[in-house]
């Protein structure tokens, strides 16, 4: 079946940096956009990025840009998210998502979701 | 930056019909998805394109949208609907996904 399963999360201190990786399972992993959105504790859904199915476009929230690339290796079903420069306010579940139809759009939803994986900014 | 307004929360007895709205400008000429979250769980996609229904979801839920709002309608309310609701939209001039804040379900 369809499975996505977030990595990598953990304790950090502030201005550290984090890579989170997403493994797929079940689906033709090349064919679909992916993304990252984030839950601070409490909080509701924050959108972090975007990455086209083949890699070659990619978005990226306000909060993030600058500190976060998102990046895809097909050949490994992997998606990542590496975090840089890591603020307290980065504190969250990261979750990873896939889209819906082949190839896509960013206007596509958000068809399959993983369980997330906990980043925690901390001194 | 695009904003999607929803009501913090909303109550509804067994059996019968909740409607979620989410509100934004010119919203009708977007899509519009709806993931459902229940406790402790990842969220779960149970309307995409306004209005179409992904498969397992229950035709129970459903989708319009027009002018600057929105709604998600889940009929014959059951105790396993309560969750949190949130929807979400592509803002093509700003090139990133917007979520609303998100509605809390209640079966009273």
């Known amino acids: 079946q369809v499975q996505l399963v977030e990595s990598g999360g953990g304790v950090v201190q502030p201005g550290r940096s984090l890579r989170l990786s997403c493994a797929a399972s079940?689906?033709?992993?090349?064919?679909?956009?992916m993304h990252w959105v984030r839950q601070a504790p409490g909080k509701g859904l924050e959108w972090v990025a975007l990455?086209?199915?083949?890699?070659?476009?990619?978005n990226y929230a306000d909060s993030v840009k600058g500190r976060f690339t998102i990046s895809r290796d097909n050949s490994k079903y992997t998606l990542y998210l590496q975090m840089n420069s890591l603020r307290p306010e980065d504190t969250a579940l990261y979750y990873c998502?896939?889209?819906?139809?082949?190839?896509?759009?960013?206007?596509?939803?958000?068809?399959?979701w993983g369980q997330g994986t906990m980043v925690t900014v901390s001194s | 930056s695009y904003v999607l307004t929803q009501p913090p929360s909303v109550s509804v007895a067994p059996g019968q019909t909740a409607r979620i709205s989410c509100g934004g400008n010119?919203?009708?000429?977007?899509?519009v998805h709806w993931s459902q979250q229940k406790p402790g769980q990842a969220p779960v996609l149970v309307v995409y394109?306004?209005?179409d229904r992904p498969s397992g979801i229950p035709e129970r839920f459903s989708g319009s949208n027009s002018g600057n709002t929105a709604t998600l309608t889940i009929s014959r309310v059951e105790a396993g609907d309560e969750a949190d609701y949130y929807c979400q939209v592509w803002d093509s001039s700003s090139d990133q996904v917007v979520f609303g804040g998100g509605t809390k379900l209640t079966v009273l």
């Open positions: 394109d306004d209005s």
């Open positions: 079940g689906f033709t992993f090349s064919s679909y956009g």
């Open positions: 010119n919203i009708g000429s977007k899509s």
């Open positions: 998502a896939k889209t819906g139809p082949v190839g896509g759009t960013p206007n596509d939803a958000f068809h399959i």
């Open positions: 990455i086209s199915y083949d890699g070659s476009n990619y």
